[in-house]
């Protein structure tokens, strides 16, 4: 018997509202007068699951989703259609006190370490905070013992809980915002491009501490990055994004290996080799759509060199590949690739 999921996306969609005046939203057709809404569509019916234990890594260009899908996850946006279970229970239609329950089970790592951390609480406070919140039959003794072990977890010295966020270097701020994380003992955490805005020296320390974690801890990873050398050494799957739709999804040396869909080729392509020159960089010609106006048919179509009149017309759907990875496209399918 297949084990269930720890996460799992059916169908998820995510509309955002443009704020603009009234006048820019009449529209007239045929004499009659409406009022038409513009909206961004920032995800697009993203089905996928993501097993206990496993390092999942979402990539994809800026805008195609990646952070939106993070926070629906989280339920810090709310979806437009769709579901999301937490192993058996559903939990995109709980309000916020039922979801208060879950709030243990899954963590967020943000982006910038200089902005998600409070800069008039101390290190102490920003630790604190979280542990007594979720285990008020704590004594103050057990909190200062439990914030102690954080700090010491991520390698920094408990003498510097008294310390302020902007007194810290940028490395450091990201092994607290890990430590936040681990504060309530979560099984799942989203790490939304957490070496974004650190030096490339440092980006190794983190990456190596957050894998740690995973091994001690038994941690389940939603991974978010733009770095795909990171994706390679990371990750146990990887689901590529492009224009709120995941457009391949494989275990990472076989995406690595043998990429399928022409998006993910080209992402590859660009990556650089020591021991391969000969590979040259696939350029994308075309317009690159919106997600003001999404394209009928495929998504990626008017970047694609292998599109012809079914891909103008209807959307591809994931298709299982022999390798066990799944492809969204009609030329993999028809065999034109």
């Not at 437009?80 to 039922?98: K, V």
């Not at 974004?196 to 941690?219: F, I, P, T, Y």
Request: glycine share 6%.
């Amino acid at each position: 018997m297949k084990n269930t999921p720890l996460i799992q996306l059916s169908g998820v969609e995510k509309r955002f509202d443009i704020e603009q005046s009234w006048l820019n939203e009449v529209r007239i057709n045929k004499g009659k007068i409406s009022r038409k809404k513009e909206q961004v569509h920032a995800l697009n019916g993203v089905n996928l699951t993501i097993q206990k234990g496993e390092s999942l890594c979402v990539v994809g260009e800026t805008g195609c989703g990646k952070s939106t899908l993070a926070r629906v996850i989280l339920g810090l946006n709310s979806l437009s259609a769709g579901q999301i279970h937490y192993q058996d229970q559903r939990i995109d239609n709980l309000n916020e006190r039922q979801r208060m329950l879950f709030r243990r089970s899954m963590q967020m790592i943000f982006q910038n370490p200089y902005a998600s951390l409070n800069p008039r609480m101390t290190i102490y406070q920003t630790l604190s905070e979280p542990v007594s919140f979720h285990n008020p039959q704590l004594s103050q003794d057990d909190v200062d013992y439990k914030v102690a072990k954080l700090m010491e977890s991520v390698d920094l010295s408990p003498d510097l809980s008294d310390y302020y966020p902007h007194e810290f270097s940028g490395g450091q701020r990201q092994r607290i915002s890990i430590a936040r994380a681990l504060s309530v003992d979560p099984d799942f955490i989203v790490a939304d491009e957490p070496l974004a805005a650190l030096d490339v020296s440092v980006q190794a320390q983190v990456l190596n501490l957050m894998m740690d974690k995973q091994e001690e801890r038994g941690l389940t990873y939603l991974f978010i990055t733009h770095d795909l050398t990171v994706v390679e050494h990371f990750s146990n799957r990887v689901a590529v994004m492009y224009l709120g739709k995941v457009c391949e999804l494989a275990d990472t040396k076989t995406l690595f290996k043998s990429p399928k869909h022409p998006y993910t080729q080209a992402l590859l392509s660009a990556i650089p080799r020591l021991d391969n020159n000969s590979i040259q960089p696939i350029r994308l010609v075309g317009e690159v759509p919106t997600p003001f106006n999404k394209p009928q048919g495929c998504v990626f179509q008017a970047r694609c060199a292998h599109a012809n009149d079914r891909c103008k017309i209807e959307e591809p759907k994931m298709v299982l590949q022999g390798d066990t990875s799944s492809v969204a496209c009609h030329a993999v399918e028809e065999g034109r690739i």
